[in-house]
Each structure stands twice: as structure tokens, then as C-alpha cells.
């Protein structure tokens, strides 16, 4: 089974949610060089980049960000929404993750190493 799956009464918590209990870490004060949240020329290569690398990056983690962020618990899809926040509110436009998305973003990571 994928890594998607959650039980029947677990509530996803949304991008915003999961950038104020994880995210906020480091992207709110650019700890370890974590682009912060709404830095918009930090951001723009990063959305440039687009959502197929950003997204199986954090899910897998890359240069001193760990896998999730640190936190074991998110699902794939609250890590791709936390993500998908962040990129927006550094200029970006993309769409909300859709679990679809989410699964080809894990497969991607799995395929990768850490950086």
C-alpha cells in the first residue's frame, strides 16, 4: 500500500496548518538556509524548478532538511500542501496537491537520494 494511505477518521491538515506545527522551523527564520516563508527572490528558482522536484525533495529530504521536515507523522499529501503554501507564498501559482500528485511525487522521491 502507499504511503498515502490514512485511516478513515484522520483529518489531512492543510499547507498552512502543517508550515505553523513543522515548517516553521526553519523556513520562518531561514534556519540552516531554509528559504523563508514569502521571500519571494529565494523563492522564484525554487518555483521555477516546479513541483515535481520541490515536492519529492522535501518528502525525502535534501541538504540539512530532513525527510518531512523532521516529522514522521505527515502523510505525503499534508508535506506536498505545505510545500505547494510556501512556493505560493514566495510567488508561485500553483494548484492544491491532489493525491494523485502526492503519489507520483512519493515514487519520485523513492527513486532519489538525499542531497
Not at 498552512?16 to 506545527?21: F, G, I, L
Request: charged residues 25%; proline residues 4%; hydrophobic residues 40%.
Amino acid at each position: 500500500m502507499l504511503a498515502l494511505a490514512l485511516p478513515a477518521w484522520a483529518e489531512v491538515q492543510n499547507g498552512q496548518t502543517v508550515y505553523e506545527s513543522t515548517c516553521i522551523t526553519c523556513h520562518g527564520e531561514g534556519k540552516l538556509g531554509a528559504p523563508r516563508l514569502g521571500d519571494k527572490t529565494r523563492w522564484q528558482k525554487l518555483i521555477r524548478e516546479g513541483l515535481d522536484d520541490l515536492v519529492p525533495a522535501a518528502l525525502r529530504g535534501i541538504r540539512k532538511m530532513p525527510a518531512k521536515g523532521g516529522n514522521a507523522a505527515l502523510s505525503d499529501i499534508e508535506v506536498a500542501s505545505a510545500v505547494v503554501y510556501m512556493a505560493n507564498a514566495g510567488g508561485g501559482e500553483f494548484s492544491s496537491p491532489t493525491l494523485a500528485d502526492a503519489a507520483r511525487w512519493r515514487t519520485k522521491a523513492n527513486r532519489g537520494k538525499k542531497h
